[in-house]
């Protein structure tokens, strides 16, 4: 019992993470299969962004706002995703399948083009750096790549 009330209380924390990227068109991927059919099936054509969602203060507070600044520029994804990493472990660890030559990090976000990844931002990049520095990293992604 006492599991199940942790488990539901740690929902409850993170739900406003999820939203904060959902509300702005990025699709949640909660399972490896989701993963697989959105980066090789829908993904597999033009640009995918896949957001690894955290739940960490000290990055993941600037990380979500700086994807919804991004989204604001002329060129953009494609595709949006969101994995939450350590919530949907099975999942989050199926999309790090894809950013081949980067050790786990969360936040962080891929871009991949036709299923490949073409470039990534790591906790490290994202930490410690403003809003406007973190977009900025994303929307010259998106004008290089689009």
Do not use: W
């Not at 019992?1 to 939203?19: E, K, L, S, T, W």
């Not at 949640?28 to 054509?45: Q, Y």
């Amino acid at each position: 019992m006492a599991q199940d009330f942790y488990i539901q209380q740690m929902q409850m924390m993170v739900q406003p993470m999820r939203d904060e990227l959902t509300q702005i068109g990025v699709k949640e991927l909660t399972t490896p299969e989701e993963v697989t059919e959105a980066i090789e099936g829908e993904g597999a054509k033009g640009l995918t962004l896949v957001v690894v969602n955290s739940v960490c203060g000290c990055a993941a507070g600037l990380a979500r706002p700086a994807v919804a600044h991004s989204l604001e520029a002329e060129k953009k994804p494609d595709h949006l995703y969101t994995v939450f990493a350590g919530q949907d472990r099975e999942a989050t660890e199926k999309a790090r399948e894809y950013f081949t030559g980067y050790q786990p990090s969360s936040p962080s976000f891929a871009l991949l083009k036709e299923g490949q990844l073409v470039h990534m931002v790591q906790r490290h990049e994202i930490e410690g750096r403003s809003l406007e520095e973190i977009s900025a990293n994303l929307t010259s992604a998106y004008e290089k790549y689009c």
